[in-house]
C-alpha cells in the first residue's frame, strides 16, 4: 500500500546543477501536486496537474519546471539549481473532491 | 484571494492540557476545510475535515467546526498528549478550483 512515493528522499547539488524529483502514485489519482515548505512559510504551490498531459503553474513557479506524461507520475524539474530552492518538497495527489495525500518529502540542499 | 491564516506558533502545553490551535479562512465560493498534521520527518497527514458550514470534523481525539459565520474552524482537543507533538497545519479548498491553500502551520510541543 504505497500511496505518494518521493525519490531521492535526500540530495545535495551544487548551484548550477540540474535534476529530477519523482512523485509516484498509485492510488488513480487524477490531480497531483509539487510544494516546497520552507521554516515560518508553510507550504507553497509550485506547479500542479489535473490529469495526464496537463500542468499549471501554483504560486512559486519559477525556477521549476513540470511534466505529467503518465498519470501515475508527476516529475519535478530544477534546469539550474540556485541556493534559494534549498527546502523540503513535498507531493500530493488526489482525487476529485477529496483531500490530498502526500509523500515523505524530499530534502534537497543547494551549495 | 483565497487563503488561511492560522495562529502562530510554537504552543508548549503540559500532558493533558487542552488545546485550541486558531484558524480563520477567506474563500470565494464554498469551501472545504482540513486539519493536516505533521510529524518529525514526515508528509502531512489529514487529520480531519469538514465540508459544509456546521459540520463538525473529528479524529484521534481532535475536533474542528465549520464555522461560517466567523469564518473560522479552530483545532480542539481536550487532553492533549507526548503523542500529540507535531506541526498542525489549517487548510480550505474550493469547490470551483483545483487548489489547496495551507495556512503556514503551528508547532506543538506536549511536555511530560
Known amino acids: 500500500n504505497a500511496g505518494v512515493t518521493q525519490t531521492p528522499k535526500f540530495r545535495v547539488l551544487k548551484t548550477g546543477q540540474s535534476m529530477t524529483l519523482l512523485c509516484a502514485q498509485d492510488m488513480n489519482h487524477e490531480y497531483m501536486y509539487w510544494y516546497r515548505q520552507d521554516p515560518g512559510m508553510g507550504l507553497r504551490l509550485i506547479h500542479y496537474?489535473?490529469?495526464?498531459?496537463?500542468?499549471a503553474k501554483g504560486e512559486v513557479p519559477d525556477g521549476y519546471n513540470v511534466s505529467r506524461l503518465k498519470k501515475q507520475n508527476f516529475l519535478l524539474g530544477l534546469e539550474s539549481a540556485a541556493p534559494s530552492q534549498t527546502s523540503v518538497y513535498f507531493c500530493?495527489?488526489?482525487?476529485?473532491?477529496?483531500?490530498?495525500?502526500f509523500g515523505d518529502g524530499t530534502r534537497l540542499s543547494i551549495l | 484571494g483565497d487563503s488561511v491564516t492560522q495562529m502562530e506558533g510554537p504552543v508548549t502545553l503540559s500532558e493533558e492540557a487542552f488545546l485550541t490551535i486558531n484558524c480563520t479562512y477567506t474563500?470565494?465560493?464554498?469551501?472545504?476545510l482540513f486539519w493536516y498534521v505533521q510529524y518529525p520527518g514526515e508528509g502531512l497527514q489529514l487529520l480531519l475535515k469538514?465540508?459544509?458550514?456546521?459540520d463538525k470534523g473529528s479524529n484521534k481525539g481532535f475536533e474542528a467546526t465549520y464555522r461560517k459565520e466567523t469564518t473560522s474552524f479552530h483545532l480542539e482537543k481536550g487532553s492533549v498528549q507526548v503523542s500529540d507533538s507535531a506541526v498542525y497545519f489549517c487548510?480550505?479548498?474550493?469547490?470551483?478550483?483545483?487548489?489547496?491553500?495551507f495556512g503556514t502551520g503551528t508547532s506543538l510541543t506536549v511536555i511530560p
Open positions: 487548510a480550505l479548498s474550493v469547490n470551483t478550483g483545483n487548489q489547496f491553500y
Open positions: 500530493a495527489s488526489r482525487s476529485t473532491h477529496q483531500p490530498q495525500h
Open positions: 496537474s489535473v490529469g495526464e498531459g496537463t500542468t
Open positions: 474563500a470565494t465560493g464554498y469551501p472545504s
Open positions: 469538514a465540508t459544509k458550514a456546521d
